[in-house]
């Protein structure tokens, strides 16, 4: 054929080596490669499970997450299924009733490790934030922070917790208002602030003696995961259950569910001003059944004009 020719070609035998593999058989995945060898210290694999309720696992679909600069694969994380769901609200609302028993200050102490272990991962996962995000080194530094703030915030906080002490109208009486834990906080947060925001909430929810369950941003979900495994050694190490801080990764499904759920007592969601108000009705419509609070942070598309 015109313009055509084969090529003479020589081939070099070389013994394989220990540990040898065709290049075809590298990971594709940025997790295996020895550039993104630290993903590793935040106990990232390449298949990740996405639910936590005191252990690990997850029956849903398989997400695979993106780098957004560079559109490459960066590792895999199995979501909840609505099974998975159920199962981690009713251990979550179980670890509820041991948490709230245990003194508020001490629960300050066990935030207060919270935050001590996010600093010494706040460069790793600040990294992390970067790479499946998309925000600079600096500003996914600058969120992980925000949490620790929160939780040095609330660890005085929770030596704070009282109520007014008001005169009664019957003499030798007093009025002595206290304050008790909601119960089970449901948080959903965007991709955009992948960490912040959860730290808000749950920071101050868990001195107050509430359970947490999470759902974060399907394309943020290495994030989720990296976050609840700090979190979930320092439950283990004071021998807390880890469900008080439950994690649940998913979509609209997940969602949906928490939304019309009623054991979900309160329920903190931040997104887009749209899914906001769809979420605010689904929890409006079982305030005749339920006693339940939404917290709504919602914001609209931002616009550029010249």
Excluded at 111 to 137: F, N, P, W
């Amino acid at each position: 054929m015109l313009g055509w020719r084969r090529a003479a070609t020589s081939v070099l035998l070389l013994p394989r080596l220990a540990g040898w593999r065709p290049a075809a058989a590298m990971s594709s995945l940025l997790v295996g490669q020895p550039q993104y060898a630290w993903l590793r210290e935040l106990g990232l694999q390449e298949d990740n499970p996405g639910v936590y309720n005191g252990r690990w696992g997850g029956g849903g679909q398989v997400v695979t997450t993106y780098c957004p600069a560079n559109n490459e694969p960066i590792a895999r994380v199995r979501q909840a299924s609505l099974e998975d769901y159920e199962e981690t609200v009713r251990k979550a609302k179980e670890a509820w009733k041991v948490w709230a028993d245990i003194p508020a200050p001490k629960r300050g102490e066990i935030v207060r490790q919270i935050g001590d272990a996010l600093r010494q991962k706040i460069k790793v996962l600040g990294s992390l934030v970067s790479l499946e995000m998309g925000k600079i080194y600096v500003e996914g530094v600058g969120e992980v922070q925000e949490y620790v703030d929160v939780c040095d915030y609330a660890v005085g906080l929770s030596r704070m917790i009282g109520g007014p002490v008001l005169p009664s109208e019957r003499s030798g009486h007093a009025l002595i208002e206290q304050w008790n834990p909601v119960g089970l906080v449901g948080i959903i947060t965007a991709f955009n602030f992948p960490v912040a925001v959860y730290g808000w909430n749950s920071a101050i929810a868990m001195i107050c003696g509430n359970a947490c369950l999470w759902k974060g941003a399907p394309t943020t979900s290495l994030t989720s995961v990296a976050v609840t495994k700090i979190i979930a050694k320092v439950l283990e190490d004071n021998k807390i259950p880890g469900a008080v801080c439950s994690l649940v990764c998913g979509g609209a499904d997940i969602g949906t569910a928490m939304a019309r759920d009623g054991r979900m007592d309160l329920l903190s969601f931040t997104g887009s001003t749209e899914v906001g108000k769809q979420v605010a009705l689904m929890v409006q419509e079982r305030f005749g059944e339920w006693e339940s609070f939404i917290f709504l942070f919602v914001v609209g598309k931002g616009r550029v004009t010249s």
